[in-house]
């Protein structure tokens, strides 16, 4: 049994053709989801996003495991699906972001393809004593005034080798399936 789970920020089902939306086009999203199964009864137990992916991850709502914030890291003691799965013998891998703060950045994967895009620690947050005091990509309506047509981010690039990096490794990991099978006839 194989099991892909994506997660992605700022994407909801209503704009997905897999789930009903006639405008918007997703052809290898809807490849897939024509042969998986898709949640389609669902919510996030949580607006923010280290807490959501703490409750899903770990089944667990986020106030039963103390993440309240995305500051908040979850105890490397709370299993996540990952840990079950591994324990039951599937490889469990990760490419891309997830936002995980602490020190532990596996939560129970075996091993991770990329780094994370979001820092591991509190340095993105404000400063709670100097409120004005602001970080140099602070969220404010200048995205708004400076948008147009749209250039390349280092988030899309962060994206692309995410992409890339896990579709080397099934590659890779389906070679050595091969060889080992081939070796042990």
């Known amino acids: 049994m194989n099991i892909l789970f994506l997660m992605a920020d700022q994407i909801a089902p209503h704009f997905l053709p897999a789930c009903g ?46 993440v309240f914030d995305s500051g908040c890291d979850y105890e490397f003691s709370v299993p996540t699906f990952a840990h079950y799965l591994r324990a039951n013998g599937h490889v469990t891998v990760q490419s891309g972001k997830a936002h995980y703060i602490g020190a532990d950045q596996l939560h129970g994967l ?45 988030q899309q690039d962060y994206d692309d080798d995410a992409a890339h990096a896990a579709v080397r490794w099934l590659f890779d990991y389906a070679r050595d399936l091969t060889v080992d099978r081939s070796s042990s006839r």
Not at 31 to 52: G, K, M, Q, T, W
Not at 124 to 150: M, Q, R, S
């Open 21 to 66: 939306h006639k405008v918007v086009k997703t052809p290898r999203l809807d490849e897939l989801a024509a042969r998986s199964v898709i949640f389609d009864a669902h919510y996030s137990n949580s607006a923010l996003c280290v807490p959501a992916r703490a409750g899903l991850l770990t089944g667990h709502l986020p106030s039963e495991i103390n």
């Open 110 to 154: 075996e091993k991770r393809l990329t780094t994370d895009i979001c820092p591991a620690d509190n340095c993105w947050y404000g400063n709670w004593d100097e409120p004005d005091l602001k970080l140099n990509w602070f969220h404010d309506l200048k995205n708004v005034v400076t948008a147009g047509i749209a250039e390349r981010s280092s």
